[in-house]
């Protein structure tokens, strides 16, 4: 699996290009600047075929409708989050941008699912905390991780649906996750998830 990360938005939001073998790709948290993102699907020779939200605040959302109608894809999100891409309030875009940032959704999501892209698969982690309906996708090596676990640290708890007991719950159970992988945050570097148990503060035994 290919994976290309383009920063989009002022915050500074990772997005996520997966490619398989042929060509065809996730859209992971088209979070803002939908020409740029479809500039680079351009340029790396990428067919879009669904988009993944890993959950539903405005900076992982912004461009996801307008990426959602160009290709005519379906966009998953988990269900606990569905409520955030049609409420600015909830999805921080009005308090936080003083803007109004919405998306349709296609199909939603719950723990264990499995979404197929040609040789690919993408596994459903349910990881509540930074929001009700946050997630993780593991796929061979890879874990995206979206605003859940960072390089060395972790996503803030203090917005709507934010739980700081239900991360460290979630965080333990990225620690436990088999084997070492790479670890695509929603903002900042990658890391591995060995590097993480090692140096993050928050993960796994010294929660």
């Known amino acids: 699996m290919r994976i290309y990360t383009i920063e989009v938005g002022e915050i500074g939001t990772n997005c996520y290009l997966a490619a398989s073998d042929a ?21 790396h020779s990428l067919t879009p075929r669904l988009i993944l939200l890993t959950h539903g605040h405005f900076d992982h959302i912004g461009a996801a409708e307008a990426l959602r109608q160009r290709y005519h894809i379906p966009l998953y999100v988990h269900a606990a989050d569905a409520e955030l891409l049609s ?10 941008m003083r803007r109004e940032v919405t998306a349709g959704y296609d199909h939603l999501l719950a723990d264990g699912d499995r979404i197929p892209l040609d040789e690919l698969e993408f596994q459903v982690i349910h990881t509540p905390g930074h929001t ?8 061979e090596d890879a874990l995206l991780t979206g605003d859940t676990l960072f390089c060395r640290g972790i996503g803030r708890t203090d917005l709507y649906g934010g739980s700081f007991p239900e991360i460290r719950r979630s965080l333990s159970r990225l620690a436990a996750l088999e084997g070492d992988r790479r670890v695509f945050p929603g903002h900042g570097p990658a890391t591995t998830l060995d590097a993480e148990r090692a140096e993050n503060p928050y993960l796994g035994e010294r929660l």
Do not use: H, Q, T, W
Request: proline residues 8%; glycine residues 16%; hydrophobic residues 40%.
């Open 23 to 43: 060509g065809n790709a996730a859209i992971v948290d088209p979070g803002a600047e939908p020409e740029r993102i479809a500039a680079a699907l351009e340029r």
């Open 87 to 96: 409420d600015p309030a909830k999805n921080g875009g009005k308090g936080l």
């Open 132 to 139: 009700k309906g946050s997630v993780c996708f593991a796929a």
